[in-house]
């Protein structure tokens, strides 16, 4: 066991480095400056993509620097999870980066579903755009009426009659759906079948985003930012029909499914966490440094030093727990690797949250305004403490995972 990058691996890290440096970084406050210009509070109608964006993405994908996180040769890279880990918390410095590398979530993770289990029609015809960057996508599974922590609690339904599916349910979190290039939904929802257990009653259905009877209420704000251009929707879906070709895998596979698409998924995000919290670190320090009060620097004043150790010691600690995970998927696969993946689930995120709140404490004002990115890397870490699954659930895997070896299984 070795986090030693191969010299594939630290070429298009240090490519990623260059591109960011010389067209990401600059071009950020221009986009974002935009982007709120438009924002009209929670009516996605009125948001827009600043036209840079594109011109970002066509600059990166002439430079081979696209769908870095999907280990495939023929369709990206063909990197290694651990491989892209590197590059992820490269790419987690900035809130614009990974849409401009074609590697954001929920896409990343709806890709990788299409790309496992899709049919040869559901990747000509979603995957296929997707991996371009020519359209968005969304994942409908959080509901607002039940406790989502437990996924069977869901109530949207998906029936079969004849050859079509009938989708019914409220859905809430939709991650990405108020992007206006959000054209396809993966909803998740009861298949109900007596003769199955109770992993095997959910399914995921293709569902576009224009289909009648699919539609959005509203935008829910996230400690009051509604994040355009991308949004986090409540959508209804009230007696959708869509043909039983829609089905991802088939009826009934829609855990199984998850498993794969949430394991990967999530050392993209842990090890995303760990830039930002990098990046909160290096700008606590120039803050610190900068800034005179009562006679001295600030960063000699109440007890920020320690405070510069103490984020030092998490985020490097965080950092090596996430690769020995991502090493250990490579190596033997994703079911093998549920405590690692468990529990960096819980670090990375708590650990950007602490990082992060240190850094605003010790900007004052500017910590708490959209000057620098500190507040979207707050709701960030906040956010991934529930979305996939709240610290408690993890936890709960770990402990199982533990206690079984002890031979305790109840």
């Not at 490519?15 to 986009?31: D, L, N, Q, S, Y």
């Not at 009516?43 to 280990?71: F, H, M, S, T, Y």
Request: charged content about 20%; proline content about 5%.
């Amino acid at each position: 066991m070795h986090f030693e990058l191969s010299e594939r691996g630290q070429d298009y890290v240090e490519r990623v480095k260059a591109f960011m440096r010389e067209h990401i970084e600059p071009a950020e406050k221009t986009f974002w400056a935009e982007v709120h210009a438009h924002e009209a509070g929670g009516d996605w109608r009125q948001w827009q993509v600043p036209a840079i964006l594109e011109e970002l993405k066509a600059k990166a994908k002439k430079q081979g620097l696209w769908n870095l996180w999907i280990p495939s040769e023929e369709l990206g890279a063909g990197l290694t999870i651990t491989e892209y880990a590197h590059i992820a918390e490269q790419t987690g410095r900035s809130l614009l980066a990974p849409t401009v590398f074609n590697c954001n979530a929920p896409d990343t993770g709806n890709m990788e579903v299409l790309w496992r289990y899709g049919s040869e029609e559901q990747k000509e015809t979603w995957l296929k755009p997707l991996l371009a960057g020519e359209i968005r996508s969304v994942f409908c599974m959080t509901e607002p009426e039940v406790a989502s922590s437990d996924a069977t609690n869901m109530q949207a339904t998906a029936i079969v009659e004849g050859d079509e599916i009938v989708l019914n349910g409220r859905k809430w979190w939709s991650s990405g759906i108020g992007d206006p290039h959000c054209k396809i939904a993966i909803f998740m929802a009861h298949t109900p079948n007596a003769e199955a257990g109770r992993h095997s009653q959910h399914s995921m259905v293709l569902v576009p985003m224009d289909t009648p009877g699919v539609e959005i209420q509203r935008m829910l704000p996230v400690f009051g930012d509604y994040d355009a251009p991308h949004g986090h929707g409540e959508v209804t879906f009230t007696n959708v029909r869509v043909p039983v070709t829609n089905f991802i895998g088939g009826p009934g596979q829609g855990f199984s499914i998850a498993q794969g698409r949430l394991g990967p998924g999530r050392i993209h995000h842990c090890m995303r966490c760990i830039g930002a919290a990098e990046k909160a670190l290096e700008l606590m320090i120039d803050r610190g440094t900068q800034r005179v009060a009562f006679g001295k620097p600030l960063i000699n004043l109440g007890g920020n030093r320690e405070r510069i150790a103490d984020a030092r010691i998490a985020i490097d600690q965080a950092r090596l727990l996430t690769l020995y995970a991502a090493w250990k998927m490579d190596a033997v696969g994703t079911f093998a690797a549920m405590t690692e993946i468990s529990a960096i689930k819980v670090v990375a995120p708590n650990v950007l949250q602490q990082v992060v709140d240190m850094a605003i404490q010790l900007h004052g004002g500017a910590g708490m305004s959209r000057d620098t990115p500190l507040t979207g890397f707050f709701a960030q870490a906040r956010s991934l403490r529930l979305a996939d699954g709240p610290d408690e659930v993890h936890k709960g895997v770990i402990a199982k995972i533990e206690l079984a070896k002890r031979g305790f299984s109840k």
